[in-house]
Each structure stands twice: as C-alpha cells, then as structure tokens.
C-alpha cells in the first residue's frame, strides 16, 4: 500500500498563491493517474485536476487557468499550484489515484480569507 502525506496548506489572502505537495512512499507517479481532491465544508469531495500517466492534464472548470498539477517522479511528490486563490478554494485538499481508491489521507487544509 502506497503511503501518500499531503502539505503544504495555510490561509492565504484573496489573490495569494500556495503550492500543495503529494509525497508518495514509493514510485508510482508514472505508473499509475494522479489527481488533486477537495472537499468544502458541508460538501461532497470533488476532483480538482488529474495527470495521466503521460503527463495530460485536465482541470475542474473552477480552477481552470489558476492552478497547474505537476510532479517530479524522481522525488516521488506531487504538486499542485494554486494561484489567484478565492474564498470557495477553500477546503481540504487531498491527492489520491484517479480514479481515487476510496482510502483517504489526512489532507491539507487551505483556507481563503481576508
């Protein structure tokens, strides 16, 4: 079982940016998709962007132009760039397969307020 800690979370004003990162305890990145999750407050969990094995990316349409997934396969960790943050990014974000394998992590918390 592949072990994954997110981080890289915090409050951030309207505008600021964060860069969340994925660490996996073993190489999968490019052996398996990888994606970003989020869950808001009183709301379902939700994909943010995946990356597919060869590197396409796709994004949430809510994110789409501000964020940027990435990875670095020899340092087994997964990135997610988040700019131009809003209050609704708010939320825990998690990475995970995609599709995800229905076991989650601890997540990281972002939060977006003045």
């Known amino acids: 079982q592949v072990q994954l800690v997110e981080s890289g979370g915090g409050l951030v004003q309207p505008g600021g940016s964060l860069r969340l990162s994925c660490a996996a305890s073993?190489?999968?990145?490019?052996?398996?998709?990888m994606g970003w999750y989020r869950q808001a407050p009183g709301k379902q969990r939700e994909l943010v962007a995946h990356i597919t094995r060869g590197g396409s990316t796709n994004y949430a349409d809510s994110v789409k132009g501000r964020f940027t997934i990435s990875r670095d396969n020899a340092k087994n960790t997964l990135y997610l760039q988040m700019n131009s943050l809003k209050p609704e990014d708010t939320a825990v974000y998690y990475c995970?397969?995609?599709?995800?394998?229905?076991?989650w992590g601890q997540g990281t918390q972002v939060t977006v307020s003045s």
């Open positions: 073993r190489s999968i990145f490019s052996i398996v998709a």
């Open positions: 995970n397969r995609y599709p995800d394998t229905g076991y």
